[in-house]
């Protein structure tokens, strides 16, 4: 990916502000991506009228099952338009092989229910991983909040379908008869069952777009957080090339040249032989840190999901269907995804109705999020671990003099470790894994002054430890003496 060509503004994110982000890019490419939807759902659905045209129901399910192969293309067209690359139609449909790779056929069969398709599709067709690797790299990428996409996607796309059909209903002037709209959602023998079936094709094209969008964009997003998208957009930017800077600069071309010229006659000195790393003493090291807790843990659960009774084939004799269709079976698949659908949306309903008495109704009890695999839990502060750690008592007095022994750096870090200290000393839960946003973030509890001050902090910090810029002095006494309170308290951790 070229960073350079991103057409969004490349900084961390939160997983909802991310799918606010895909939502925002599928009204802005709304028609195309759409077009390409039904450039690859119009033609199965004519194929697929032609063995199902009496059975609308089954006709509406074959082509909701065959989503994921809809939506490739437009995936395959957005990861290319975002970063510059927007293709016609023509020239998108000529690229056929790229957009549906065969690893696309992992998920029409076993991964088809997976309420995170839109957030793994982009692993699978465009990092194009498999297997063990496509596994690692889902659990490293992990966002809960893909399974809530695809839930309140469903929603909407249910309220689309229901809202189209009131709309026709309503429209029918009063000299006609009414439309019934019993036989448009339940009987599939009447004529007007087709029109709640391409209601609701209707309803899932139009969801399509925001839905892939949603998933790419909340793809990204995690990616940024992870591998420091905006950090490193940040280094090219400031990044200067040698020859445009100094006293080089001003020189005659001539001289230049001369220059360059004697020193292409100096030997060149021989190469430094860099020692090559002890692979068994790598591995050992690489799996002594994958065993730690920050790396999270896994279990198995045991859940009971009701199939329903089997259905009786015999009912389906006198409906006109061909007599090689296993109507059994297919009944049978009908009715599991129809009672696991059930449970999912009840589920679905408890869990919101729990988040919204934690956030409405019982202010007092609201708690902090659960941690997801793989983080650690915070260590208790106790006086023994600071004294172990080294922080001295004094702060200020010990900042101070590493300033005068000419120890910016070192002056910035303790007095960086001081501040973290104190605010794990009025309660705040820092775990030892946090990053700098980590901190700011927890920091949001604390006091305003304190904040502000942390704020200010971490941006030198950062400065200093990552762009590799020289501590300034003057600064660093500035911000001791703007918060003795924060520097001279001695209940702190390191």
């Not at 490739?72 to 927007?86: H, K, N, V």
């Not at 957009?233 to 001369?258: D, E, K, S």
């Not at 790393?277 to 807790?293: K, Y």
């Not at 090689?324 to 009908?334: F, V, Y």
Request: overall charge neutral.
């Amino acid at each position: 990916m070229v960073l350079d060509r991103l057409g969004a503004a490349v900084r961390p994110r939160t997983e909802w502000e991310s799918i606010d982000l895909g939502f925002a890019l599928a009204r802005r490419w709304f028609l195309p991506l759409w077009m390409l939807w039904w450039l690859s759902a119009l033609p199965v659905a004519v194929l697929l009228l032609v063995p199902l045209h009496h059975r609308q129901d089954l006709w509406l399910l074959a082509l909701w099952w065959l989503k994921p192969l809809f939506e490739a293309m437009p995936l395959f067209w957005l990861s290319r338009a975002l970063f510059g690359e927007q293709a016609g139609l023509r020239q998108t449909a000529g690229r056929f092989t790229e957009a549906f790779p065969r690893r696309l056929w992992p998920q029409l069969l076993w991964r088809r229910l997976g309420l995170s398709r839109s957030f793994t599709m982009p692993v699978t067709l465009l990092e194009e991983l498999d297997g063990p690797r496509r596994r690692e790299r889902l659990r490293v990428l992990r966002a809960g909040a893909s399974v809530w996409l695809t839930v309140i996607c469903l929603h909407l796309e249910s309220v689309l379908w229901l809202s189209t059909i009131l709309m026709l209903a309503f429209l029918v002037p009063d000299q006609l008869p009414e439309l019934d709209l019993g036989s448009v959602l339940f009987n599939d023998q009447s004529t007007l069952y087709w029109l709640g079936t391409l209601s609701m094709l209707l309803a899932m094209s139009v969801m399509a777009p925001f839905y892939v969008a949603a998933g790419f964009a909340l793809y990204l997003g995690r990616r940024t957080r992870l591998e420091a998208w905006d950090l490193e957009l940040v280094f090219r930017r400031n990044a200067v090339p040698a020859f445009a800077q100094g006293p080089a600069r001003r020189l005659p071309a001539a001289a230049l040249a001369l220059g360059l010229l004697c020193l292409s006659a100096l030997p060149a000195p021989a190469p430094a032989e860099t020692p090559l790393p002890d692979p068994a003493a790598a591995r050992s090291l690489i799996a002594e840190v994958l065993a730690e807790d920050d790396f999270g843990s896994s279990r198995d659960e045991d859940v009971w999901v009701y199939v329903g009774e089997r259905p009786d084939g015999d009912l389906f004799r006198d409906r006109g269907l061909p007599s090689w269709l296993p109507m059994s079976l297919i009944l049978a698949i009908a009715s599991t995804l129809k009672w696991i659908l059930a449970v999912v949306a009840l589920t679905a309903l408890v869990l919101l109705a729990h988040r919204l008495w934690l956030e409405l109704g019982a202010p007092r009890m609201r708690h902090r999020r659960v941690r997801v695999r793989g983080e650690a839990a915070p260590v208790a502060v106790r006086e023994d671990a600071l004294a172990e750690r080294g922080l001295p008592e004094d702060i200020a007095t010990a900042v101070q003099a590493l300033l005068a022994a000419g120890d910016a750096r070192g002056a910035l870090a303790l007095l960086y470790r001081a501040q973290i200290a104190h605010l794990c000393s009025t309660g705040l839960e820092i775990p030892d894994s946090a990053t700098e946003a980590d901190c700011l973030a927890a920091a949001a509890l604390a006091d305003a002054a304190e904040r502000d001050w942390l704020r200010r902090l971490t941006s030198l910090w950062r400065s200093v430890a990552y762009a590799h810029q020289p501590a300034d002095a003057a600064a660093i006494g500035r911000l001791l003496a703007s918060h003795p309170a924060a520097a001279g308290t001695a209940d702190h951790r390191a």
